[in-house]
């Protein structure tokens, strides 16, 4: 078992729409949780950034940790063309200064 | 504040030879970290630096890998008589204290 699990898609949304992205996690250790935005052929740009289980938004985006499932997930509200991208999620365990990331997810959000 | 840099962005080299790979952090930045990137794969971490040192390298293939941070100028990832199976694309993050990472632009490297 993988441990950070993310569904590839692709995933087509229309503009507009909620977007719903997740990843689950093997390892109980982690304990800091990123949201990476990756457009094509570029360097991944972080979005998100909690080390806590809860809920934490940022304008259009919210990320949710739940450390008991070990299962967290961005949501995107009112989706537009320019959220096109792959979203990377990645996790951290404490004192490691490495993380680890899912194969990331990517969505096409049509005009 | 300019951001991560990385040269060159493309590069592409013949079987047998060797690959170099630079990359500035962020100003005020002194950890350094690089991440290999293979088709259809995530990110895999390969080593992480603070000038001078290398702090964890456990990502990092046995042979023929080796990375630098000098006290003086870029961070460098020097890949020797390189593989098709290096192809990918090679990322470096800087953090000012290691938590935070920035991504540079990565450097494609293609290996005929």
């Known amino acids: 078992q993988k441990e950070v699990e993310q569904d590839p898609g692709p995933l087509s949304v229309p503009e507009g729409a909620i977007v719903s992205l997740n990843c689950t996690y093997s390892n109980s250790a982690f304990q800091y949780f990123m949201w990476y935005r990756q457009y094509s052929r570029k360097g991944p740009e972080l979005l998100m950034y909690?080390?806590?289980?809860g809920n934490k938004e940022d304008g259009r985006f919210t990320a949710q940790v739940d450390k008991s499932s070990k299962y967290i997930s961005l949501f995107i509200r009112d989706s537009q063309p320019s959220d096109s991208a792959t979203y990377l999620c990645?996790?951290?365990?404490?004192?490691?200064?490495?993380?680890?990331f899912g194969k990331g997810t990517k969505l096409t959000v049509n005009p | 504040n300019a951001g991560v840099m990385q040269n060159p962005r493309h590069l592409v080299r013949r079987r047998g030879q060797e690959a170099r790979l630079r990359c500035s952090p962020m100003?005020?930045?002194?950890?350094v970290y690089w991440y290999r990137q293979l088709p259809e794969e995530g990110l895999k971490f390969m080593v992480y630096l603070q000038k001078e040192n290398i702090i964890d390298e456990s990502g990092m293939p046995k042979e023929r890998f080796s990375a630098e941070f000098p006290k003086e100028g870029p961070s460098i990832l020097r890949i020797q008589q390189v593989v098709r199976g290096d192809s990918a694309a090679y990322f470096c993050a800087s953090s000012p204290q290691g938590d935070v990472l920035y991504f540079g632009p990565g450097t494609r490297l293609t290996v005929l």
């Open positions: 990645a996790m951290e365990k404490g004192g490691s200064e490495k993380l680890v």
């Open positions: 909690t080390y806590s289980s």
């Open positions: 100003k005020g930045h002194s950890h």
